[in-house]
């Protein structure tokens, strides 16, 4: 199983642009790189999803570098709203493995 | 009206009863899923359904049952709770295993 690692927690302010690594030294060549937003007491939300290079969405982007060892969650100008749990999650699109929710890393915006 | 919806919201009960938590979707989706979150924590796989004939256990299925009774129906049960199983349950769908998900908005469960 390819083992993702994020930083607990990180405070931003608003408008700044936030940048939250995972790394996932294991990953295989077959695995996408899956992210999700979780607000206090709902569900998890979809942001965003790639294989290499850069993807871009109305919401955020995703880069991911060559080795595809890491790959990072950018939000630009972040606002009070953003303040949730962002989850990394690494697997094939038919695999077990990108069913499994790490801690997952806090993001507080402050004013 | 929701694509996920799970019932009820919030329970109560008490060490040894028998619960059921129920998971319907509008959103036509074969896969569906059962999660629970600990406070502070991640979300750790119950079960997850291929589809009405396909169930699987995840993570943490010991304590646990499912019932996939339709295609937009699944079903959770505690056989017989304790209070190590409070937690926040989620159910989620995919049109394919391990593509975007869609979760529910969670039960809370509270076992004495």
């Known amino acids: 199983l390819a083992k993702t690692t994020q930083p607990i927690s990180m405070d931003s302010y608003e408008g700044q642009e936030v940048n939250i690594t995972c790394s996932h030294n294991?990953?295989?060549?077959?695995?996408?790189i899956t992210w999700y937003q979780q607000f206090p007491s709902q569900g998890p939300r979809f942001i965003i999803q790639?294989?290499?290079t850069k993807v871009t969405n109305e919401v955020a982007s995703l880069f991911i570098p060559a080795d595809r060892k890491s790959s990072t969650l950018s939000l630009p100008r972040v606002s009070l709203s953003d303040t949730a749990v962002y989850y990394c999650l690494v697997g094939d699109r038919g695999g077990y493995n990108k069913l499994i929710f790490g801690a997952g890393t806090r993001l507080a915006v402050h004013p | 009206d929701a694509d996920v919806t799970q019932t009820p919201r919030n329970r109560i009960t008490k060490t040894g009863k028998r619960i059921m938590l129920e998971c319907s979707q509008t959103k036509g989706h074969d896969r569906m899923y059962w999660y629970r979150q600990d406070p502070g924590l991640g979300l750790q796989l119950i079960y997850y359904s291929f589809d009405v004939k396909d169930i699987n256990k995840g993570e943490i299925s010991d304590g646990y049952s499912v019932s996939r009774q339709a295609q937009a129906k699944f079903s959770l049960s505690l056989e017989s709770a304790i209070p190590n199983q409070t937690a926040l349950y989620f159910c989620a769908t995919s049109e394919r295993l391990a593509d975007e998900q869609f979760f529910g908005p969670g039960t809370r469960l509270t076992v004495l």
């Open positions: 294991n990953i295989a060549t077959n695995d996408y």
């Open positions: 790639g294989y290499k």
